[in-house]
């Protein structure tokens, strides 16, 4: 049933193919072979902001926006990005002011901020049902490990809304416990809006941190625990641009310890993935399934979760 015999011979291209990406990703699910990484996007289609607002959103608190520069068109790098963020600190004075501001950044409603909560309207997601299906405990297989490189406390949010007991990891080293459904990894910070746990004292969203982050000089237990994961599971990637630096590093270290079996590590769920970018996965192991726009991914997740149904169905029919 979990046999991946059948793509045997098949080049990572091949499994760019919406059809086969579906069944061989269903496969890695029963079997237990995935963990889940959540990018911006999965935050944006929720109304919070995109890593480019959010760093205009805190340069537009200390005066220091870009002419020009809006959600449309900023031709600024993540470079330029993560040096717009270290002078925002700079502007500010003090950690506790830019964490304050990145936090007033990241939640723009004042009575979503005040209650402490989100709004109920986040349920009907399609994306968060979807990616719900994914860690639902199910005898067809779950994902039990979620790394979100986002800072807020959404998915949490979303899963205990629905009875799930969910472990929140903001620091390692730490204990993990089996007896919770899931585990959520933030390897760059955490800005709760309602979660009980405390808010990191850091981010990593200023050049800064991320050479410290690189050089192991800070957080180093983090790209530790993230090559050994991408070492022994493969990889979800579902909003994610796939462009974060930390997360190619540790990718990178992990490509290069795996035998080179040309086996997948991982998928990249995306909405027309660039042509050049698609190559640049594929050369990292990675197979990216380019969706005709973003409406269709939570669709395409929840078929993964179908076809995984039905091969243990048909497998329990053949006893």
């Given at each position: 049933m979990t046999s991946l015999n059948e793509?045997?011979?098949?080049?990572?291209?091949?499994?760019?193919?919406?059809?086969?990406?579906t069944r061989y990703i269903a496969k890695l699910l029963i079997r237990g072979e995935l963990a889940l990484l959540l990018g911006a996007g999965v935050s944006m289609s929720n109304h919070l902001p995109s890593w480019k607002g959010?760093?205009?959103?805190?340069?537009?608190?200390?005066?220091?926006?870009?002419?020009g520069a809006?959600?449309?068109?900023?031709?600024?790098?993540?470079?330029?990005?993560?040096?717009?963020?270290?002078?925002?600190?700079?502007?500010?004075?003090?950690?506790?002011?830019?964490?304050?501001?990145?936090?007033?950044a990241l939640y723009t409603d004042d009575d979503q901020r005040l209650r402490k909560d989100y709004d109920d309207t986040v349920l009907q997601s399609m994306l968060l049902i979807a990616i719900g299906a994914l860690v639902m405990p199910s005898t067809r297989g779950s994902i039990t490990t979620v790394i979100t490189l986002n800072f807020d406390d959404l998915l949490e949010w979303y899963l205990r809304v629905h009875g799930f007991s969910v472990m929140t990891v903001?620091?390692?080293?730490?204990?993990?416990?089996?007896?919770?459904?899931?585990?959520?990894?933030?390897?760059?910070?955490?800005?709760?809006?309602?979660?009980?746990?405390?808010?990191?004292?850091?981010?990593?969203?200023?050049?800064?941190?991320?050479?410290?982050?690189?050089?192991?000089?800070?957080?180093?237990?983090?790209p530790n625990y993230l090559t050994s994961l991408f070492m022994?599971?493969?990889?979800?990637?579902?909003?994610?641009?796939?462009?974060?630096?930390d997360i190619e590093v540790q990718?990178?270290?992990?490509?290069?310890?795996?035998?080179?079996?040309?086996?997948?590590?991982?998928?990249?769920?995306?909405?027309?993935?660039?042509?050049?970018?698609?190559?640049q996965l594929l050369k990292?192991?990675?197979?990216?399934?380019?969706?005709?726009?973003?409406?269709?991914?939570?669709?395409?997740?929840?078929k993964i979760c179908r076809q995984a149904a039905d091969l243990v169905e048909t497998h329990r029919g053949g006893l």
């Open positions: 793509f045997h011979g098949l080049e990572l291209e091949d499994l760019t193919d919406e059809a086969v990406a959010l760093v205009r959103s805190c340069e537009r608190a200390v005066g220091a926006v870009p002419p809006t959600e449309a068109v900023d031709p600024r790098t993540a470079p330029d990005f993560l040096e717009a963020m270290e002078d925002v600190r700079d502007k500010l004075g003090s950690n506790e002011a830019f964490l304050s501001t990145v936090e007033k903001t620091e390692l080293p730490a204990y993990l416990r089996a007896d919770y459904d899931v585990t959520v990894f933030h390897p760059h910070g955490f800005l709760p809006l309602v979660d009980s746990r405390e808010a990191t004292d850091w981010l990593v969203l200023r050049h800064s941190e991320f050479v410290a982050r690189l050089a192991k000089t800070s957080g180093e237990a983090w022994t599971k493969r990889l979800l990637a579902i909003g994610s641009s796939m462009s974060d630096i990718l990178a270290a992990a490509h290069k310890e795996r035998p080179d079996e040309g086996l997948p590590h991982g998928f990249v769920i995306g909405d027309q993935i660039a042509e050049p970018k698609q190559r990292a192991g990675l197979v990216p399934v380019s969706l005709h726009n973003r409406e269709a991914i939570p669709g395409f997740i929840l």
